[in-house]
């Protein structure tokens, strides 16, 4: 009996002992992938694309670079190409004398990596119309009251045409030239509403409506500059954006599924590694204000 004790003792001891052992376990990596980043806009600034590969989950490293990509935009309307050139860091960049995103017009990207093709065609919607930037008494909006008489925010009057046309928005909001990018920051709208306007005969444009016109409820002080800049795209894109932010801020007791967040690059069938992202062609309003 004794004997039997003294197993049972010693069993028990190595379950406890076994506890403090570490548990190795190796995760699927899956396959690499190219990102590629392309959001070209009609303003006459340097434009950039930026190629990079997939990481693990657990990775405290900076993204893989692409450095050996060759990019080409083509304006299919008019048969001109425009070759970016790599500046470091997975970026490749084009500086034009002239806008190269133009109204209505069919855009091709292609990205060549290791003799392998990876195509995206997108169109140039047209611009909105931004009247003006204007001041907001915070402490009509604050929900505390707590605001100081040199805080305020700024407001933004802007008009969507009214057609039989749907416009798609992107709205992004920079402090003193940082972006906001956040979830207040960057808004996404159709029509400059919370939805589709109706075409109406007579009505040439409606102004836009809030949240995008309050342009983040981010505070200012004297000397701060408020620049907006309305990012006309296209349906696909409004939604790419839509995927993209409910997926980011997917979390807590009511979570979804995660899934894939979609891409407009087309591989070549024959490739052995994959390319994701987003290729976008946009018109761009944009005006600023200074605290005063």
């Known amino acids: 009996m004794k004997n039997i004790f003294r197993i049972l003792i010693a069993v028990i001891s190595l379950s406890f002992f076994s506890c403090d052992d570490p548990v190795q376990i190796k995760l699927d990596e899956g396959s690499k992938l190219y990102v590629i980043d392309a959001f070209v806009n009609s303003l006459d600034t340097t434009q950039t694309i930026r190629i990079t590969t997939s990481d693990s ?12 990509a060759q990019v080409v935009l083509k304006d299919l309307t008019d048969d001109v190409s425009y070759t970016f050139q790599y500046t470091g860091n997975g970026n490749y960049e084009f500086t034009p004398q002239d806008s190269i995103a133009k109204i209505n017009r069919q855009y091709e990207l292609s990205v060549t990596i290791d003799g392998y093709t990876y195509t995206s065609l997108t169109t140039q919607k047209r611009a909105a119309a931004i009247d003006s930037i ?20 700024f407001g933004m009057a802007a008009k969507d045409k009214v057609d039989e046309n749907t416009d798609y928005y992107w709205i992004k909001t920079y402090k003193n030239d940082f972006s906001l990018f956040s979830s207040t920051g960057i808004v996404n709208s159709i029509d400059g509403t919370n939805g589709a306007v109706p075409y109406t005969e007579g009505i040439d444009s409606l102004p836009f409506t809030p949240p995008a016109t ?11 500059v408020c620049r907006v800049e309305i990012h006309s795209i296209t349906r ?17 007791l009511f979570a979804t599924t995660p899934e894939n967040v979609k891409t407009n690059i087309v591989t070549p069938s024959n490739a052995p590694v994959k390319a994701v992202g987003w290729f976008s062609m946009a018109s761009v309003a944009t005006k600023s204000k200074k605290a005063e």
């Open 214 to 224: 309050f342009l983040g409820f981010t505070k200012h002080v004297k000397g701060d």
């Open 134 to 153: 204007f001041r907001l008494d915070m402490r009509q909006y604050s929900l505390s009251g707590n605001v100081n008489e040199d805080e305020y925010f």
């Open 236 to 252: 696909d894109t409004y939604y790419f954006f839509t995927q993209t932010g409910t997926q980011v801020s997917n979390g807590g």
């Open 57 to 68: 989950y657990f990775s405290n490293r900076l993204t893989p670079v692409v450095s050996n």
